[in-house]
């Protein structure tokens, strides 16, 4: 089992900078690749970024590619999302997750925290 929990969101202005921070409980927190996913108000989850295992692969919806950065540290149970340059359309729940296959699929990440809230105001 793992469980995520995610920190870091908050309300902040169009431009400024966020770091959602995610902890994993779990020894095989590894071997698993790792998401976020957003969800605004009356719209469905959708991805954001995702890294696999080792930190070296990276993914980016284009909506934020160039100004999200997600990165891991196994060492600690922890993936990041960097986000700069926030946009009022990037409000949204902001899930983490993580499963056995690296996807841009909500369906294909078993485990999922409870989501950290990111509002910005224009």
């Known amino acids: 089992q793992v469980q995520l929990v995610e920190s870091g969101g908050g309300l902040v202005q169009a431009g400024d900078s966020l770091r959602l921070s995610c902890a994993a409980s779990g020894r095989i927190f590894r071997n698993l690749h790792m998401g976020w996913f957003r969800q605004a108000p009356g719209k469905e989850r959708e991805f954001v970024s995702r890294v696999n295992w080792s930190g070296g692969v990276t993914d980016y919806a284009d909506s934020v590619r160039g100004r999200f950065t997600i990165s891991r540290d196994n060492a600690k149970n922890a993936v990041y999302l960097q986000m700069n340059s926030l946009k009022p359309e990037d409000t949204a729940v902001y899930y983490c997750?993580?499963?056995?296959?690296?996807?841009?699929?909500?369906?294909?990440?078993?485990?999922w925290g409870q989501g950290t809230r990111v509002t910005v105001s224009s």
């Open positions: 997750a993580a499963g056995t296959i690296s996807s841009r699929s909500v369906s294909d990440y078993g485990y």
